[in-house]
């Protein structure tokens, strides 16, 4: 899956994310169950097959976090797949260059435009695969995205899931909003509740606090997830990103993507 993890603090917003891409196949089993006649006491034992998901392989590169026009970050989150036979970072790339005539400023403006675009490929997709976004249950998502930067001078994120319908919310306190593999970062929030004094002081933080703070999240859901058994969702390279008011997206960590970025 994926962990996308934004930290708003006064000087700006941070927005940071894994790069592991998981792909789950179908596998199963067979089983020898005892299974008894209804109208008699005969007993047979027959093989049940067994139907799981395992991962079919991993890859350690996937483009997470996107600047968009300059001013905002964007990180997704959800399904891999692709629409319109393109990737999400090329949708949402081709979407910037669609949008840069009207010179968008406001975060949630953009969240909404991003919702309703891709929402749009995600019921065509739907379509030529003979079904519909309408079978999807109202409480799951398909795919969603992180939009982080400023309405006027509130740091914002805006969270986007894109299922049956378009789901927007927004958050404007300063704090963390999580996406995807969340349930490390909610076993360590979830000390906050039982020891408030240990709550991130996020007024306090600098933006070097922010960075680290979403690296700490991120790095140990990795680390939890590779000392146990169950497959990984998160792992590889964290990319970070900050949005600032007076300076828009800046790149803080981006995993280098071989000899074409050498020296650069």
């Known amino acids: 899956m994926t962990l996308i993890v934004s930290v708003r603090i006064p000087d700006g917003v941070v927005i940071a994310s894994d790069s592991l891409l998981p792909l789950i196949g179908q596998g199963s089993l067979e089983a020898p169950v005892d299974v008894t006649c209804p109208e008699g006491n005969h007993k047979q034992k027959i093989q049940q097959p067994s139907v799981f998901s395992l991962p079919q392989t991993t890859f350690s590169y996937a483009q997470k976090i996107f600047p968009f026009c300059g001013k905002f970050g964007i990180g997704a989150f959800g399904a891999a797949g692709l629409l319109e036979n393109k990737s999400i970072y090329s949708i949402i790339r081709l979407f910037e260059q669609k949008l840069k005539e009207t010179s968008p400023i406001r975060v949630t403006d953009i969240a909404e435009k991003i919702g309703n675009e891709i929402h749009g490929l995600l019921k065509e997709q739907f379509k030529r695969e003979n079904t519909s976004v ?36 927004v958050q404007h306190a300063f704090g963390s909003t999580i996406s995807g593999s969340q349930e490390v970062v909610q076993a360590i929030w979830g000390l906050y509740k039982t020891q408030p004094e240990s709550q991130p002081p996020y007024p306090l933080f600098s933006l070097q606090d922010a960075i680290d703070y979403a690296e700490f999240l991120i790095r140990t859901t990795i680390d939890h997830q590779r000392f146990s058994t169950a497959t990984s969702s998160v792992g590889g390279d964290i990319d970070i990103a900050l949005v600032t008011l007076f300076d828009g997206f800046q790149w803080i960590r981006q995993k280098p993507l071989g000899k074409v970025l050498e020296g650069k």
């Open 134 to 169: 309408d079978t999807i249950p109202e409480d799951q998502a398909v795919l969603g995205f992180q939009v982080v930067g400023y309405d006027d001078t509130d740091p914002i994120t805006v969270e986007v899931h894109l299922g049956k319908a378009v789901h927007r919310r």
